[in-house]
Every structure is written in structure tokens, then in C-alpha cells.
């Protein structure tokens, strides 16, 4: 029924749109994926047929939630996300053929024309009636940029990502990263790799490296030299951080900025972030930088203090993210002693164009290790692989309440609300948490589920331990 061919482009239509609707009124009767890898191919042969429209995500949020394991509804738009980037893989007959075994068809949730529609991928197009004849506004003509057109095609750059789609050419992007997060290492990470791809011209990229030790200096200039592209510090060649503006500006008076990339590491160096007039100012020139053709990436601080979802906050006025195109807030979720590795997220706070709204990565912090060894040691941490180890330190975080509900099954203390009230005894725990607990690690697969249960009388569940 559904055509396998164009699954997975993330462009809005009409087709996706129903087939979303003809799923989406099914998902909360359909049973929960038995393997966390089920769930993911499933959830992945959903975006593939629906086209990765938003309905689809939709649907794909309302049907995660109904399992006792939900990741939740950022998790599963990161998985969107990295579907839209890389394409999805076409598992639409996994789909169909798991919902067809629960009882679902395309009859009862779509009319004949709308199945007709899907079959023949020819959806009748939109009509609209004439506009009716205006006048010009001539006070506005003479503003016009349309004569100027050769000239800015010639300084457009194509929205190619850069930087594993956490910047885009041709635009401004803030980084506000957390202290010891890594971001000058992410950043030359992702220059090196976006140099030896093709993605830039290192004849054409300048490292503005404004926080660093002379050693630090010497290292990053060393890699520079390796690759080809250029490193700018305070004090050589007669720069001076307060003459940025003026070299800016006569970049932009030369007609020098088309396919030209810095970098600004870091941002305090050249901007008082704390004052609202100062940050406008020279939001204002980016701006001017990039719409003739330049990219900026910038790295920038955050505060101490987090917010009430305990994400750090950029530090410095709201001017600089207001002006530029793309910003993250860059921070560490894990770091693991026995690997010795950090894994960091970067999550998008503003964007415009095609940047990701989330990407983690994972990098050694061994002592004595050399800069070239600490880049070589840099890998991105896949979606589903973050899903996977971040239940898993879940489980571990949980391992005691876990056992003290295992106790009470034991005990023939088995329903819901008994259970939850001996963890909140003994743990002192919440009962929110009491109750998250128990359904969460409720099920069949016996390598993430420890207990299910049996309804009983008057529709009371009776939780028993798995194998018993």
C-alpha cells in the first residue's frame, strides 16, 4: 500500500501527511515494541513513511509515550533530527506488517480517495483564486534589490552544514560552552574534518585564537600549518583585539568576505558581552560579514547558575544570540572514569536553515595526553547509541529501588500502589519516582524489564517477577 521509493526525505506533503493520520489514530492501541532496536526500526519506518513531516513526529511522540521506557519526546526528535540529516532507511514494510497484525488497515482510518491518493502519490493540488491588480508602491522602489541580483548571486553561498550540522555556511553561530567542555578542540575537530572533506577552503579560513597559553598558541598554529588555514592571536603582526571592528569593516569595504570563515575563540576578547549597546554593535557587524558572503563561529561562555531544567544559561545580554543566525548551549551529561571519556551535548537554542537540534560527542580526557592525540580521540556518540547508554545508566542509577520492589513481590506486596508505597518507606524516594519505577521496568524483554503483571479482580494489576 505504501510506496517504498520516497520514504525519508523530510519534505512536507500532503501523502505524509495522511498516512500520519491513518497511524496516528491507531498508535495508542497498538502494543509496545518488545526490544529497544524494534522501537527504533519502527519509530525509523514511521519517519520513512510519512515523509519526516511534522504529523509524523507527532504521531512517533504520542506512541512512545504509551511505553513504560519513554524516552521522551527530545529523544525522539534527535532521532528525527539525525533521519532528516542522514536520510532514513526504507523499513516500511515493518510498519505495515506490524500493524496489520494488531488488527490496523487503511480503510478504517482513511476515506477511498485518500487511499487513492497514497497509492497513486498524485494528490490534488491546491486552488487559488486571482489576486486582483494593485499599484506598485513606488516610495519603496527605489529600495529595491532585484537589479542587484547577478551581484548577490555571485555571494551567496550555498546552506551547506558545517561543523556536523552545528553551523551553516554563510551564516553566524554562537557556541556558549561550559568551562573544561572542550570547545576549542570540538571547534578544530570540526574544522579538520570540514577541510579534509572539501567543505572549505582553508586558504580562506582564519582562527581568531584569543584565550590561549604560547604553548596553546603554538600547538593550534602548528595545526593550522598542517591543514592550511589561518590562526589570528593578540599581540603578533600588530593585531589587537580592539582593532577587530575596523579590520571587519575593511574586509567588507573590500568586497573581501565571499567564502571567507573565522572563527572567534573567544568571544569576550572581542565584545563586551555584558553590555547591551556594545553586543548590539557588533552583532550588527556580522551581520554585515555574512550577508556579503562570510561565516562566523564564535565561541562564548555560559553562567554559573543553570536553569530550572538545569542546563547552563549563556552568560553576557540576549543581543548576541538575538543577532546571529544559529546558537548552542554546550555542557557535559557524562563522564565516565572507568574509559576515562567525557561525552558533551551541544542543543540548539536559535537556529535558522538546516542546523541540528542536538548532537552529542565523546572524547578522552586521559592525563598526558598530546593536543593531537586528545583530537584524534573525538567521535560523535550516535542517536540511538545515546538512547541505549543513557537507559542504561538509568538502570544502574536505579539497580537498589529496583530491588527493594523485587523484595516486595516476594513478599506478596504486588500492586501498583503497595509497591510504591514500600519504595517511598524505604527509600525515601518520591512517589513520583516510586511510580516510574514500577512502570518502566515492567514488561516481557527480560534484558530490560524485571517484573509485568496480571489483571485480577476488579481490574487490579498484579505485579509478579519475571520467570516465576
Not at 491507531?26 to 519509530?43: E, G, H, N, Q
Request: with cysteine; aromatic share 8%; net charge negative.
Amino acid at each position: 500500500m505504501i510506496d517504498h521509493e520516497n520514504g525519508g526525505s523530510g519534505k512536507r506533503s500532503s501523502r505524509g501527511q495522511l498516512i500520519a493520520k491513518a497511524v496516528g489514530a491507531f498508535v495508542d492501541k497498538a502494543r509496545v515494541p518488545d526490544s529497544i532496536d524494534r522501537k527504533v526500526a519502527l519509530l525509523e519506518a514511521l519517519f520513512s513513511a510519512t515523509e519526516g513531516v511534522n504529523e509524523g513526529l507527532a504521531v512517533a511522540t504520542a506512541w512512545s509515550s504509551t511505553w513504560p521506557d519513554d524516552p521522551g519526546d527530545e529523544m525522539i526528535g534527535r532521532l528525527w533530527d539525525q533521519w532528516r540529516m542522514e536520510g532514513a532507511k526504507p523499513k516500511l514494510d515493518l510498519l505495515e506488517d506490524f500493524l496489520r497484525g494488531q488488527g490496523w488497515n487503511w480503510e478504517e482510518y482513511l476515506s477511498h480517495e485518500e487511499i487513492e491518493a497514497i497509492q497513486s502519490s498524485s494528490l490534488p493540488a491546491a486552488t487559488s483564486e486571482p489576486e486582483i491588480s494593485k499599484p506598485l508602491p513606488s516610495v519603496l522602489l527605489k529600495f529595491s534589490l532585484v537589479d542587484e541580483l547577478p551581484k548577490l548571486q555571485s555571494e551567496v553561498l550555498t546552506s551547506e552544514p558545517l561543523c556536523s550540522g552545528l553551523a551553516v555556511k554563510g551564516s553566524a553561530t554562537v557556541w556558549y560552552a561550559e568551562p573544561n567542555t572542550g570547545k576549542t578542540a570540538m571547534a578544530l575537530w570540526f574544522l579538520v574534518s570540514d577541510i579534509q572533506d572539501g567543505r572549505l577552503d582553508p586558504s580562506r579560513v582564519f582562527y581568531f585564537n584569543l584565550d590561549d597559553t604560547l604553548q596553546g598558541l603554538a600547538e593550534k598554529t602548528s595545526i593550522a600549518q598542517l591543514h592550511g588555514f589561518h590562526v589570528i592571536s593578540e599581540g603578533y603582526k600588530s593585531f589587537e583585539a580592539r582593532h577587530f571592528p575596523t579590520v571587519i569593516r575593511d574586509l567588507i569595504a573590500a568586497d573581501q568576505c565571499s567564502g571567507v570563515v573565522i572563527f572567534l575563540d573567544v568571544l569576550k576578547k572581542l565584545c563586551d558581552i555584558m553590555d547591551k549597546g556594545k553586543s548590539s554593535s557588533f552583532g550588527k557587524l556580522i551581520r554585515s560579514f555574512v550577508l556579503r558572503g562570510g561565516t562566523c563561529i564564535a565561541l562564548a561562555h555560559t553562567n554559573k547558575r543553570r536553569n530550572a531544567d538545569g542546563e547552563p544559561i549563556y552568560a553576557g545580554t540576549s543581543d548576541i544570540l538575538e543577532d546571529f543566525d544559529c546558537g548552542f548551549i554546550v555542557y557535559e551529561t557524562d563522564l565516565d572514569l572507568d574509559s576515562q571519556t567525557k561525552t558533551i551535548l551541544f542543543k540548539n537554542k536559535k537556529s535558522r536553515g538546516t542546523v541540528r537540534k542536538q548532537a552529542s560527542f565523546r572524547y578522552s580526557v586521559r592525563e598526558g595526553l598530546s593536543y593531537d592525540e586528545l583530537l584524534a580521540s573525538i567521535q560523535e556518540v550516535d542517536e540511538a547509541d545515546l538512547l541505549r547508554a543513557q537507559q542504561q545508566k538509568q538502570l544502574e542509577s536505579d539497580l537498589s529501588l529496583i530491588e527493594v520492589v523485587r523484595d516486595g513481590i516476594r513478599s506478596d506486596i504486588n500492586t501498583k500502589m503497595a509497591l510504591a508505597a514500600l519504595l517511598v518507606q524505604r527509600t525515601q524516594c518520591s512517589k513520583r519516582t516510586a511510580i516510574r519505577v514500577i512502570e518502566q521496568y515492567d514488561g516481557t524483554d527480560p534484558e530490560t524489564h524485571f517484573w509485568n503483571f496480571q489483571v485480577g479482580a476488579r481490574g487490579a494489576k498484579m505485579y509478579r517477577l519475571l520467570g516465576q
